[in-house]
């Protein structure tokens, strides 16, 4: 597909800020596709015959990101799925996605560039207490304490440096993620319209 023919949002925030629970209600309001990177990169770890599976199992674990071009195609091959499943589908929410400077510019430079970036952001404490509580039944391997302390590291010192990027640039919407989920969209959708003029 062509990069001038799709819209992209990236989603970013940091684990635990609402990424996920905001992408959805946005889904079902606006029709955006929502790609998930950490959800392509939990796929394909339980894919058979995946030659990448352990390294992410690895880097999930340790909050750790794994190398750009994994990520970049498993996102690019979902975007080329979604639009031949239904090529009416051309606004693109990608979550949690880039988080590293190198995967920003790979991106934007072989897919195509992002509208804009909405960031959630929230304290490191609410974002821990929201982890810890839906570790209780989330099966996912990175909702312990351990995995979370550097997690919440690797946000700080990799990942914030790409929202700081994209500040400077003045693309970014940014949201405050404390409230409820129902204010955070709200607030959301109030702060989208305004930017995207519609
Ligand atoms: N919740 C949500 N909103 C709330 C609110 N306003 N008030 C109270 N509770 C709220 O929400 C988290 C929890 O909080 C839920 O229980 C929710 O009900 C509640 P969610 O919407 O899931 O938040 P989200 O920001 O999506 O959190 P997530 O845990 O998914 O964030 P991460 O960024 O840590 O996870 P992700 O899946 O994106 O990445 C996981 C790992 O994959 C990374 O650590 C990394 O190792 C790897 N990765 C890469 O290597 N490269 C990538 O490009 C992407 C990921
Ligand atoms: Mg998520």
Same mark, same amino acid.
């Given at each position: ?22 992408? &959805? ?27 990448? @599976? ?15 071009? /994994? ?17 009416? =589908? ?5 979550? @949690? ?40 039944? =989330? ?23 790409? /929202? ?8 970014? /919407? ?9 204010? /955070? ?9 305004? &930017?995207?003029?519609?």
């Amino acid at each position: 597909f062509s990069g001038s023919d799709v819209t992209v949002l990236f989603v970013l925030g940091g684990p635990g800020a609402g990424k996920g629970t905001q992408c &959805a209600r946005l889904v079902a309001d606006y029709g955006f596709k929502h790609l998930s990177a950490g959800d392509l990169l939990r796929e394909e770890q339980d894919r058979p015959g995946s030659q990448f @599976g352990a390294l992410i199992k690895d880097c999930i674990k340790n909050g750790a990101i794994v190398p750009m071009e /994994v990520t970049v195609q498993l996102l690019e091959n979902a975007m080329v799925e979604t639009l031949a499943q239904n090529p009416a =589908s051309k606004k693109f929410l990608i979550d @949690g996605f880039p988080r590293k400077m190198d995967q920003a510019l790979k991106f934007e430079e072989v897919v195509c560039p992002a509208q804009l970036v909405l960031f959630y952001d929230c304290p490191e404490a609410e974002m821990e207490r929201r982890l810890m509580e839906r570790g209780k039944t =989330s099966g996912r391997a990175d909702d312990n304490a351990e995995s979370i302390r550097k997690r919440f590291r690797t946000f700080v010192e990799t990942s914030m440096p790409v /929202v700081n990027h994209y500040e400077k640039e003045g693309r970014v /919407v940014k949201v405050d993620a404390t409230p409820t989920p129902e204010a /955070v969209y709200k607030n959301t959708q109030a702060k989208l319209t305004k &930017a995207l003029g519609d």
